[in-house]
């Protein structure tokens, strides 16, 4: 007998046998006429005070009181039989339960009116590892990377900006005192260099290169200092005498930074010399990188068999890369042209200039006179040490980059509520969508006071939108929304995944990240998200999936013309961060959907789970019959019948993202259901039957990118603005960039409070003595 048939019976026997208490008076009789004959007729049966099933007992929402009393409580009641959750399977679903989810939700949105406007409360922020990282980027034109110097953020409510959540301990305090020395070296520039000049080869002999593409020589290469350096290629072989010029690149993180053009020929030298040098000079900055070289559109090397493109009689290609530095950089460098507004050997006014200007964008607000003063004594101090003045800039700038008004957001703090100044609008929106600093357009206008203006506020926008800094939305928050950040620790066994490298690691983050960036910038529906007939595919990406005519490392924009692939849940990046490193786990898929997709997170598993019997998948049981197995326990039931029918629509699909129909020695079953009691047989039917549920997912991206901005968890007087937030994106289409507008322009985002001080208590008087003859240093001094 299936599990939903016992509990219907179970639910039934109870109805009969259980005495129910009469009806609670409650005062609206529109209520008693709208709640009644469902709850009564159908739910009180299984969720009553005896039996509880699921954990809910509905007697006490009888009472219309409950709507104000029980807000909670009725959002989950909502959300399930929006979602045909309820009534279970097997239980006939009522002719009024449509007229009663209208009647409950229009009383719950009156009540929400009614309810004071509270914007809640922003505390002291600091700057997480991405923010701080650019920040200093467009602060002081240097490219520092916090998230390999600092420790590891903690993270609420999904993401690592939650200022509530993000401390300071005694190992970061020492973390930014090294950063603000280092950075500050770095922008000024006026360090001495090595004597000598360091050379680092790397070559196959050295066996400290790779080859992630044929033709294509990648190095991870540790620069200590910035400056300009030499770069000499090793070039093996030559080609036939008709053989063309090629362009050579070099590239540093995915940017190519110089070409040149190569000849092929043979040498005219009597004797055969298969080995020739180029060298080109780059501007290298501080810490590690990827670096590759490579030629561009070598159309003969395309033609030539493995054997043939190794053989230095009948090609030219890449064999050693030699970096030789570090040397001083021709002309001004853009951190300099940054922080010297003016000439400091001019005199002390334009010192103040200078660190007014650094203060004040450091501070996102005008530096007071006393600020620039402190600071300004740190020029005086290292110039009384016998430094330039320069040097002093120098430390000034480390004062700034340790004071809390660079590491933290701190705003106005009335108790009140009352809207944000035009310079927090300023920080609230660029730390939004560009997890940095404003920028000198923002800042004036807030300066001006024309921040608030809403034609204005959108303009800044558009812009800021179109900018490239918009891509840490897709970095920051679509990287823990959609939890690919998790790429960078996920570990495949290298047994049972041959194909798995840091080279496809690297194109599933970038497919999803363009992804992303392209439904944001065209300002896609985000039912993109869920069932996209497109994608973003380099050549090595697109043969991992199967796609013929992608040629080249190059990332653009593919239609898909078969229904394998189509959203995030048919991206690499997602089914391999929501996977073992040995197996699929439709339970970790299925409850990354219920959480990213369908705003129905389960709660935790509870302790003492027995494990999966990882021998027998796909050997004398399939992972359907195991996970079968497991949900037969009463304990496992109740999560697992929602999570794992998700999961296997999804198992086509290997533990790295790769198509498959065999899972081992058994063919892949994809059917499942939703907990809406849709049912699907493919996983583009799942795709399919979740973008007809777009309510659901329109509500949980909004509360995902809701929390993100107002980097806070969200409360119950925040439902009003989800609620006008899903509505306009109704009114849109869904278009994507509504949900971004919205936000900006609602209450709790251009609006703050404070928090009350806590009472002082009061102490009796003859309980604790005033002591008139107190010394007065006796407050500062420690007791002895």
């Known amino acids: 007998m299936r599990i939903g048939t016992i509990a219907t019976l179970v639910c039934s026997i109870t109805w009969l046998t259980l005495a129910l208490p009469p009806a609670n008076c409650a005062t609206d009789p529109a209520f008693q006429a709208a709640v009644e004959p469902v709850f009564r007729g159908v739910c009180l049966g299984c969720h009553n005070q005896q039996l509880a099933s699921g954990g809910m007992n509905i007697q006490p929402f009888l009472d219309s009181k409950s709507l104000t009393e029980s807000r909670d409580g009725w959002d989950i009641i909502l959300q399930k039989l929006r979602a045909n959750e309820m009534p279970p399977a097997g239980i006939p679903r009522p002719d009024k339960l449509d007229a009663l989810i209208a009647y409950v939700q229009s009383r719950l949105d009156e009540i929400d009116k009614s309810v004071k406007p509270d914007p809640g409360r922003v505390v002291a922020h600091r700057l997480n590892r991405y923010e701080y990282t650019n920040t200093v980027r467009d602060l002081l034109a240097v490219d520092f990377q916090a998230d390999k110097s600092f420790p590891t953020d903690d993270s609420g409510y999904g993401f690592d900006n939650i200022g509530s959540v993000l401390t300071v301990s005694p190992l970061l305090m020492s973390k930014y005192m090294n950063a603000a020395q280092k950075i500050a070296s770095r922008a000024m520039g006026i360090d001495p260099l090595p004597k000598k000049p360091i050379e680092a080869e790397y070559s196959n002999r050295n066996k400290n290169t790779t080859k992630p593409e044929r033709g294509v020589v990648e190095a991870h290469v540790r620069i200590d200092f910035d400056g300009d350096y030499t770069v000499r290629f090793g070039l093996q072989g030559e080609r036939p005498p008709d053989g063309k010029p090629v362009d050579l690149s070099l590239s540093v993180d995915g940017k190519v930074v110089h070409t040149m053009s190569v000849e092929t020929k043979p ?39 493995p054997k043939d493109f190794n053989d230095r009689k009948k090609n030219k290609y890449i064999d050693a890369l030699t970096f030789i530095g570090p040397f001083a950089s021709a002309g001004e460098s853009a951190s300099r042209k940054r922080i010297l507004i003016c000439d400091p050997k001019s005199g002390a006014a334009c010192v103040q200039k200078i660190i007014a200007n650094l203060a004040s964008h450091a501070y996102r607000r005008p530096a007071t006179t006393q600020e620039t003063a402190a600071i300004a004594h740190f020029v005086d101090f290292a110039r009384a040490q016998g430094q330039t003045v320069e040097q002093g800039i120098q430390l000034a700038i480390q004062a700034i980059l340790v004071s809390p008004n660079f590491l933290f957001k701190i705003e106005n703090g009335n108790v009140a509520p009352h809207p ?17 600093m404003p920028d000198d357009e923002l ?13 204005v506020l959108d303009a800044q926008m558009k812009r800021m939108l179109a900018d490239n800094r918009s891509g840490a939305l897709a970095s920051n928050f679509a990287g823990q929304w959609l939890e690919t950040r998790n790429l960078d620790v996920v570990k495949p066994d290298p047994q049972k995944f041959p194909e798995w490298n840091a080279e496809l690691r690297d194109d599933m983050k970038s497919e999803t990240s363009m992804f992303f960036e392209y439904v944001l910038r065209e300002n ?26 992608v040629k080249g490392p190059e990332f653009r924009r593919v239609d898909l013309t078969t229904d394998q692939r189509g959203g995030v849940l048919g991206q690499a990046a997602v089914l391999t961060v929501s996977s073992y490193p040995t197996r699929t786990s439709v339970v970790l898929r299925g409850k990354f959907i219920l959480d990213n997709i369908l705003a129905s997170p389960v709660p935790p598993p509870p302790p003492d789970v027995p494990p999966l019997d990882e021998a027998a998948v796909g050997k004398s049981a399939s992972l359907r019959q195991q996970m079968e197995k497991h949900r037969a ?135 604790s003595p005033v002591n008139t003859n107190m010394p007065k240093t006796s407050l500062k001094e420690p007791a002895k």
């Open 443 to 455: 800042l004036a206008l807030a300066a001006q006071g024309k921040l608030h203006d809403a034609a």
């Open 524 to 549: 896609r529906p985000i039912t993109d998200f869920l069932d996209a007939r497109y994608t973003f595919l380099d050549e090595r990406l697109a043969k991992f999936y199967g796609i013929a005519d």
């Open 633 to 767: 326990d009463p304990a496992c039931a109740t999560c697992h019948n929602k999570m794992d029918p998700l999961g296997f629509g999804l198992e086509n699909y290997n533990a790295i993202g790769k198509w498959r129909t065999q899972d081992g020695s058994f063919p892949v079953d994809a059917t499942g259901t939703l907990p809406s009691g849709k049912a699907f047989a493919t996983p583009a039917e799942m795709r399919s039957v979740l973008t007809t549920g777009l309510p659901e997912f329109s509500q949980c991206l909004t509360q995902k990118m809701l929390t993100y901005a107002l980097e806070r968890g969200l409360q119950p007087f925040d439902r009003h603005t989800e609620a006008d937030i899903e509505r306009q994106l109704t009114e849109s289409n869904y278009s994507f960039q509504t949900l971004i507008y919205g936000i900006v322009h609602s209450l709790p985002f251009q609006q703050s409070r404070g928090e009350a001080p806590a009472p002082r208590p009061t102490v009796p008087a003859k309980t």
């Open 267 to 305: 040498s005219k030298l009597v004797y055969f010399d298969p080995y020739s040098e180029e060298k080109m000079s780059v501007h290298l900055t501080e810490g590690e990188h990827t670096v590759r070289a490579a030629f561009l559109n070598d159309d003969f090397a395309a033609t030539l068999s």
């Open 420 to 436: 944000v100044s035009d310079t927090e609008l300023a920080s609230r929106l660029s730390y939004f969508l560009w997890s940095s």
